[in-house]
């Protein structure tokens, strides 16, 4: 999907518990009571959790996932 205009989209209380995100930038995204996938007390992007066969999981991309969130989320 090709996104024209980040800070135009919305997610409102939407299930992300299986929905990718790498490789998409997040800083100007609206995430309004989106529920994310939990281990315990860990809250995960799904990306994180699951790996195809027989290919390492991209940590470079995974951080710079986290960070834009994290960004996100002290913008808002």
Do not use: H
């Not at 930038?25 to 027989?54: A, H, M, N, T, Y």
Request: charged share 30%.
């Amino acid at each position: 999907m090709v996104i024209g205009s980040p800070d135009a989209v919305l997610f409102l209380e939407a299930d992300l518990t299986e929905c990718r995100f790498l490789n998409t930038d997040l800083r100007k995204v609206q995430l309004v009571g989106v529920k994310w996938l939990q281990l315990g007390r860990r809250v995960f992007v799904f990306d994180e959790i699951i790996s195809e066969q027989g290919v390492r999981r991209p940590w470079f991309q995974l951080e710079r996932l986290y960070r834009e969130l994290k960004q996100n989320y002290e913008d808002r």
